[in-house]
């Protein structure tokens, strides 16, 4: 079993940077990419971000250029920088492990899920 717990989240005025933290516990998670999700209101969730364990790295391209995936393997930690926030990208950010699938990783290949945090840009 993996837990994924997620952190970071808030409210920021467009513009504005946040970064998100994901750690990870439970058994190891070297088959797995680590990737981020998001689900604004009334909206399905849409993939955001993956990087796998060859550090190759998978953007949307809403996010592209504006958000950066990373990991800190020693303390089982990805991370999500996100900068230049816009309103639109006011959602609930999930934290997932999954398999890619080409470019992009989706909802039915997530293996673990976070429990969500919300990030809030104010315009």
């Known amino acids: 079993q993996v837990q994924l717990v997620e952190s970071g989240g808030g409210l920021v005025q467009a513009g504005g940077s946040l970064r998100l933290s994901c750690a990870a516990s439970?058994?190891?998670?070297?088959?797995?990419?680590m990737g981020w999700f998001r689900q604004a209101p009334g909206k399905e969730r849409e993939f955001v971000v993956a990087l796998t364990w060859g550090y190759n790295t998978y953007y949307a391209d809403s996010v592209k250029g504006r958000f950066t995936i990373s990991r800190d393997n020693a303390k089982n930690t990805v991370y999500l920088q996100m900068n230049s926030l816009k309103p639109e990208d006011t959602a609930i950010y999930y934290c997932?492990?999954?398999?890619?699938?080409?470019?992009?990783?989706?909802?039915?290949?997530?293996?673990?899920w976070g429990q969500g945090t919300q990030v809030t840009v104010s315009s």
């Open positions: 439970g058994r190891t998670l070297s088959t797995y990419a």
């Open positions: 997932a492990a999954g398999f890619m699938a080409g470019a992009t990783m989706r909802g039915s290949d997530v293996g673990y």
